[in-house]
Structure formats: C-alpha cells, structure tokens
C-alpha cells in the first residue's frame, strides 16, 4: 500500500471508530536493525534503519480529559481513560504502549490534554520490528503536535522508551524508539547509546546492486517472557564484576575479560565487547561505499548472538544457513531474539534463488512456512496527513 493509502485506510478507521474525521494521521516506522543487538542499554553502539511499514496514530483532540483508544488490528480491545488517572500497571494489553506514551508526555511536565485515536499498523506483532515502539512513538509524535507542542526527537525517544520500561514494564533499551523518530531514508542510524549522538550513515542498497531480505520465521518472541531482561541483568553483573560503568567501557584490553571467572558471564559480556567492534566496523565500510564488505560482519554477528549470547533460536539458524548456502553475502537474526525475524544481504540476482532455498529448507525441518521481504531503509516518524 502506499503511504497515502495507509493515511487514508488509518483515517477511514478513525471515521469508522469515532464519527468523524481526524485531525491528523501520524506514522512511524518499525525498524529492521542492521548490526549492533544488546548493546543499546550496554550504552553501546547500533545500527538500525527504519522499515516502510508502521504504525498509524489518527487523532483529535477531545476537550473532557479523555483518553480514547481503538486498534484496527485489536478492534475487540478498546480502552478509555482519564488521562489523569493513568499509572504504570492501569492498562494492560496493546493498549499500554500508546498509553504509556500518554503518561510519560505528562510526566514529563508536557501540557498534552486528552485525544481520540484510532490506530493502524502494517506491521506484524512479535517479529522483532519494534511494533510496539512504533506504536509509541505514532502516538507521543500525534500528541505533541495534536497539542502544539514541538519536543526535540532524541526527547521524544527517550519518553517513548519510558513508556516501554516504566508504563508497559518491559526492560528495553533505546534503540527502537530512536530508529523510529530519527532515521533517514536512504540511510541507517548510527547511534551512540551512552551519549545519545546520532548520525546518519548512507545505506544506499539499490545503487549497490543489493537486497536486504526479511525473513520472518513466525516464531514470535515477547520481550516480557524474562529472558531479555535476565540476559540485560548478565550484564550489569559482567560490568559489576570488571568494575566498570557499562560494557561500552571494555575496548581495547583482549585479555579483559578473563577476569570474569564464571564462562556463561565471560561469554555474555564477549558478545557486547565484539559486537560494539562490529558496528563501528560496519559504519567504516558503508562510509566507505563498500555495502557488500559488511557481509561477514552480519554473519559473525549472528555466530556471536547464537554462540556466546544464546539468544537464536532454530528456525532463525536455519534461515541464516539457508541464506548464506543461497549467496546471501551475510545474514543474522536482528532484534531482542528467541524469536522473530532474521535478515539477509543478497545481491539482486540472488533474491529468488535465496528465497525459496531459505522456503526449503523451512519445509524440510517442518518450519511453519517464513514470510520474506525486501526492505528499503524509509524515513523516520512524521505527520502523514
Ligand atoms: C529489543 C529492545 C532494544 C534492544 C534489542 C536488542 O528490540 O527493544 O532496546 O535491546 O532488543 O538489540
């Protein structure tokens, strides 16, 4: 669909819910992250780009205080609040998010008052694209600006993730959030986690002669299940046990984490030092125009996340596998893991051989059958209509 289309699907939805037009409709982006996994809350480096497809807020402002939302995709789970009455634990369910988002623009001290707004997505739940964090950000961008308010992005992202962590309970880092506000089309985002500095870095597939496919194994990963949040606390402990800030802080010293004697911890923590390596060498190569060189960097990404990390999972193994026997340059999984997509760097004329070797390969081991897409590095969250 294009993206005046989903605007005008997100509005009919809004006509349909409420009886009337919106005021606006607002999108923003899920993301596919390049390279870079666990390090964001390790205040270390990613490299997500924003997706094509997203979330829709359409939305008007409503003078009694409320707080009104429906969802196309949860059209039996309708909530409505006062927004005064909003605390962490007070809304469960999808509704959390753009909730969540209500709650930390308050908090904040933001003068937002009360809106309907019916949501649209056209991207799935659960496969590691930040849906939840587009919903977020559609929401707390329709707010602000709903309500004439002009909040910096980077503020924007961080009062997103408050929603995430605080509202909806779910230990995450910035990373997604800021994808989704921040990014460029044409480009990924490099971020750095502990000073928040961002920049773009060109990401330019089709003048490479290039595809990035998206294979979405249908297993679905839910970051409230405990194991993201068990492996974020590995490495508090790693960073306590080497007595530094964060991991971000181990670099240079090859032998540093030897002094980490438990070999799960040592394996953790091995994880975030190289990975943060791994972007920063990413970036280098794409700076340097040389897209098809990072490659082996997304492979050796995904070895560290299976391997030392253990967060894959056997479908996103098999698609790796597949894709690289298929000619893919590089594949890993992308996002929190246990579930979720896996990406692919393909050449143009490899894209179908590669598809349907990763489509056998699936129906051999008895996989439920993949969903794969190429996708375009869009632009960041904005007003849509
Ligand atoms: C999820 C979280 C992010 C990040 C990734 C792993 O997407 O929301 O903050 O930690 O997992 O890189």
Partial sequence: MTADGAADQAATWFGGCYGAEPEGVWHAPGRVNLIGEHTDYNEGFVLPFALSQGVRAAASRRGDGLLELRSRQAPDEPATMPLSRLVPGSVTGWAAYPAGAAWALTEAGLAIGGASIAID??????????????????????????????????????????????????????MDQSASLLCQAGHALLLDCRSGESSDVPFDLPAAGLVLLVVDTRVRHALADGRYAARRRACEEAARVLGVRALRDVTDDPGALDRIADPVLRRRARHV?????????????????????????????????????????????????????????????????????????????????????????????????????????????????
């Fill in 273 to 385: 030092v190289t990975e943060n390596r791994r972007v920063l060498a990413t970036v280098r190569l794409l700076r340097a125009g040389d897209i098809a060189g990072c490659g082996p960097l997304l492979s050796a990404s995904h070895r560290s996340l299976r391997d030392d990390f253990d967060i894959s999972w056997p479908q996103a193994d098999a698609a790796v596998d597949a894709a690289v026997s298929a000619g893919a340059l590089g594949a890993r999984m992308t996002g929190g893991g246990f579930g979720g997509s896996a990406i692919a760097l393909v050449p143009v004329d490899r894209t179908d051989g590669m598809a349907s070797t990763v489509r056998a390969a699936f129906a051999e081991a008895r996989y439920r059958e993949p969903e794969i897409r190429g996708a375009q590095p869009s632009t960041g969250a904005e007003r849509v209509s």
């Fill in 121 to 174: 997505a056209d991207l799935e739940r659960g496969a590691a694209l930040s849906s939840s964090a587009a919903l977020e950000c559609a929401t707390a961008l329709a707010l602000t600006e709903l309500h004439g308010l002009s909040v910096p992005r980077p503020e924007l992202a961080e009062l997103a993730r408050r929603a995430e962590n605080e509202f909806a309970g779910i230990p995450t880092g910035i």
